[in-house]
């Protein structure tokens, strides 16, 4: 009888013989994908460069009345830019076509509050459209790029500044608290959210900046599937496994057949089906609002997102503590321990607690201020949807009392007749 070790000697041996004989077959075979990825990256990013953006300050009226509905609308309406712009191989292999990101901004100078929305040129009209549909007596100006007010060389002699990008606790499928769990659903009483960031920066004074950056690019429903076995699982019902590809569905078939060989047979507890019907009647009250919430997640449009926070001021007056506490205290007002929240990106959060402290927390500071005035997506961008983002970005309602938002103090004309519908 022929033994293992010769079987396998054997195999080796002309394994390698073919690959001797087509190596520039498999060469080809395994180069080519790594060869496509970095030409992919390298003609996005040179389309990228040649993007015209637009920077648009947003004022509306004082004492508004319009709540964060509104706002969800325009994300809606804005989803519907997703897959325009890509057509063909052409556009991905040769033009280096990318999907369309938007940076939503709240922006305070000395404690002067600012709204700005930055978008390429080619969906300026539907920005505006979209703002004028919702607040039609809003003024929106085009604006200098204000990032350029701190030099890319920070941390300097002047200049100092903390950032870092945030994440969310869970799965992007658990959703944050929206703007309709602000309101009492008794009086109708409602608590606008952005009154705490409004307030909290009226505190920061002199040669002190804070940034908030919300990057969203409209995407797919690919991330929904994800969240369907989330209920499924959590609601203990069989989940959906993607199709396998040839060789993982191979080799789990290989699994199987070892499995029936070198372990025992399965116990009659094993074989049991789970009990659908009995695990939803056994769930908590706290447990079916989790999948409750999840599920009206699932029915809105996604967008993927990347959250990033710079506070910059000079060495003089420099606080992080009391601008970070400010920021801060914003985000964690939308997070929720049965659902989601949102915490600071380890990677990105200009600390550093040993092995040279000072020289990677400089690191860090230019790398999160320079992905900041680039207005960077990262590609572990997390899913928020319309009413989140409306959640996180709107305009001062009446209940914001504060006076340092720039407002429009007389009612203005209709938008231009010439904007798309």
Do not use: C
């Not at 997703?82 to 990101?101: E, H, K, Q």
């Not at 047979?265 to 999948?291: F, H, N, W």
């Not at 449009?301 to 710079?310: A, C, N, Q, W």
């Amino acid at each position: 009888m022929v033994s293992f070790s010769v079987i396998l000697d054997e195999s080796i041996k002309g394994a390698i013989s073919v690959y001797i004989e087509y190596w520039w077959f498999f060469t080809f075979y395994f180069l080519w994908p790594i060869f496509q990825g970095f030409w992919v990256i390298y003609v996005q990013e040179k389309y990228i460069r040649n993007l015209k953006w637009n920077i648009l300050e947003v004022k509306v009226p004082a004492g508004i009345e319009i709540r964060p509905k509104a706002m969800e609308e325009f994300f809606s309406g804005l989803a519907s830019v997703y897959d325009v712009a890509i057509d063909t191989l052409y556009d991905i292999y040769l033009s280096g076509v990318v999907d369309s990101w938007f940076s939503f901004e709240i922006v305070s100078f000395e404690g002067d509050v600012h709204f700005y929305i930055r978008t390429i040129d080619m969906h300026r009209d539907i920005v505006e459209s979209q703002i004028y549909a919702q607040y039609p007596d809003a003024e929106i100006n085009e604006v200098s790029e204000y990032v350029t007010s701190v030099p890319d060389d920070v941390p300097n002699d002047e200049y100092d500044i903390w950032g870092t990008d945030m994440k969310l606790a869970r799965d992007s499928a658990y959703p944050i608290r929206t703007w309709k769990e602000f309101e009492d659903q008794g009086s109708g009483e409602y608590i606008d959210p952005l009154g705490n960031i409004v307030e909290g920066v009226n505190k920061i004074g002199p040669d002190e900046q804070i940034w908030i950056q919300i990057l969203v690019r409209p995407t797919s429903d690919k991330w929904k599937e994800a969240g369907k076995n989330i209920v499924l699982k959590l609601a203990g019902r069989e989940v959906k496994e993607p199709a396998p590809g040839f060789l993982k569905d191979m080799l789990s078939e290989i699994g199987k057949v070892l499995s029936g060989m070198f372990s025992a047979s399965t116990s009659a507890a094993e074989e049991k089906k789970s009990d659908p019907l009995g695990m939803m009647m056994r769930l908590s009250s706290g447990e079916k609002a989790v999948i409750d919430a999840i599920d009206e997640k699932l029915m809105r449009p996604g967008f993927e997102t990347d959250i990033r926070y710079v506070y910059a001021a000079q060495r003089k007056v420099f606080n992080k503590g009391r601008a970070n506490s400010i920021f801060f205290s914003y985000f964690t007002q939308f997070g929720n321990d049965m659902i989601n929240s949102f915490r600071p990106d380890g990677r990105t959060k200009t600390s550093a607690y040993y092995f040279f402290p000072d020289y990677r927390k400089a690191i860090k500071k230019k790398s999160v201020l320079r992905r900041y005035k680039a207005r960077i997506l990262d590609v572990q961008s997390f899913i928020l949807t319309s009413d989140e983002l409306a959640t996180l970005f709107h305009f001062p309602t009446k209940e914001v009392r504060g006076s340092v938002v720039p407002k429009v103090e007389a009612k203005k004309g209709k938008p231009p007749s010439t904007l798309p519908i």
